[in-house]
C-alpha cells in the first residue's frame, strides 16, 4: 500500500478509554499512534457524554511532549445521550464554545437502539415526537449551523433520520454525516442511502467491522464497497468506528480498510478524498 495515503488521514469516530467499555488505547495512546503513522487529526467519542475536553488535554500533551514537530490534532464531540440530559441544548453550547466539532444525536439511548437491543426504555431519548422533531432539536440545529460544526445522525432509525436531516437541512445545518448505516442495528437500506445523498447530499459515513454479539464482529468492507459504486465516493467517508480490543488496533484497521479499497480498484485519487478530504472539510481544515 502507498504509504501517503495514511499520511494525514483523519478518522472522524474512533473510540477511547476512559470509557465504561474497556478500549484498547487510551487517548494518548491513541494520539502517539496517528503521530506515528502521519495522521492529521481524530475525532474521539464516547456514549457517555462529551469528549471536548479530553481532546484538549491530548493536544496539550502533544504540544508539552513534541514541540510541535507533527502536524496532528484530536477532537472531540457530544452525544445527546441520558447521561447528557438527552437533546439538551445548553450542553451542546457548552460543548461547541469549548472546541466540539460534531453532535451525535443519541447512540446508546435512541429509541430504535434500544428497540433493536431489546432493552429497557427507561433511558430512551427521543427525536420525533407525534411525526416532528421534538422541539429542542431546533435549538440544537440552530448551534450546529452557528458554530459550522457537524450533525451526526448516531443510532436513530432510517425512517427518523430522513426527517431530521429534512429538518436540519431546512434549519441550514450544512454539515449531516449518517453515522454507520451499513451496522446492522441501524440497518438503512443502499437505496435510502442513495436517495438521502441525492436529496440531502448528506456524508455516509461507512466503518471498518460491526459487532455481531458475543465479542465476534463482522466485516463491513464488501457493503462500503457496495456504496462506494451506489453512492459515489465523494458522499462516502472512511472511518473506523474503531477502539475495540476485539478488533485490530486503530492504525492498522485504517491500513486494511485502505488496502481493501486498494484491492478493489478504487482509484487512489478517490481513496484520498474519502480518508482525507471529506473530513478535512467537515472539519473546517485547509485541504
Known amino acids: 500500500m502507498n504509504k ?35 495522521a492529521r487529526a481524530i475525532v474521539i467519542k464516547t456514549h457517555q457524554g462529551t469528549t471536548v475536553d479530553r481532546a484538549y488535554l491530548c493536544n496539550k500533551h502533544n504540544e508539552l511532549t513534541h514541540y510541535g514537530d507533527n502536524n496532528f490534532t484530536m477532537y472531540g464531540g ?17 460543548g461547541l464554545k469549548l472546541g ?7 447512540t446508546q439511548s435512541a429509541r430504535n437502539h434500544l428497540e433493536k437491543m431489546k432493552q429497557s426504555m427507561d433511558r430512551c431519548v427521543d427525536v420525533i ?32 433520520s430522513f426527517r431530521i436531516i429534512e429538518a436540519a437541512r431546512d434549519a441550514g445545518v450544512k454539515k449531516i454525516v449518517v453515522t454507520h ?7 438503512m437500506s443502499l437505496e435510502d442511502q442513495v436517495r ?8 455516509l459515513e461507512h466503518c471498518f467491522a460491526q459487532p455481531l454479539g458475543g465479542g465476534k ?30 478488533n485490530p488496533c486503530w492504525e492498522d484497521a485504517l491500513t486494511q480498510y485502505i488496502q481493501y479499497l486498494i484491492d478493489h480498484n478504487i482509484p487512489e485519487e478517490q481513496i484520498y478524498h474519502m480518508t482525507h478530504t471529506i473530513q478535512a472539510e467537515l472539519l473546517g481544515l485547509s485541504v
Not at 78 to 88: A, E, S, V
Request: net charge negative; charged share 25%; hydrophobic share 40%.
Open 129 to 160: 415526537r407525534d411525526g416532528k422533531p421534538v422541539p429542542e432539536l431546533y435549538d440544537v440545529f440552530r448551534l450546529v449551523k452557528d458554530f459550522d460544526v457537524v450533525l451526526g445522525t448516531a443510532h436513530i432509525s432510517p425512517e427518523e
Open 196 to 203: 438521502l445523498v441525492k436529496d440531502y447530499n448528506v456524508i
Open 78 to 94: 457530544i452525544t445527546l445521550n441520558r447521561q447528557m440530559g438527552g437533546i439538551n441544548p445548553y450542553a451542546v453550547e457548552s
Open 4 to 38: 501517503k495515503l495514511l499520511e494525514g488521514v483523519i478518522d472522524m469516530h474512533v473510540h477511547s478509554n476512559p470509557d465504561i467499555r474497556h478500549r484498547r488505547y487510551d487517548d494518548f495512546e491513541l494520539m502517539e499512534a496517528a503521530i506515528r503513522v502521519g
Open 181 to 187: 448505516p451499513e451496522w446492522w442495528l441501524v440497518d
Open 100 to 106: 466540539g466539532k460534531v453532535v451525535w444525536l443519541p
Open 217 to 246: 464482529y463482522k466485516s463491513n468492507l464488501p457493503m462500503n464497497l457496495e456504496a462506494i459504486e451506489a453512492c459515489g465516493y465523494k458522499n462516502v467517508m472512511v472511518c473506523t468506528d474503531g477502539g475495540q480490543v476485539e
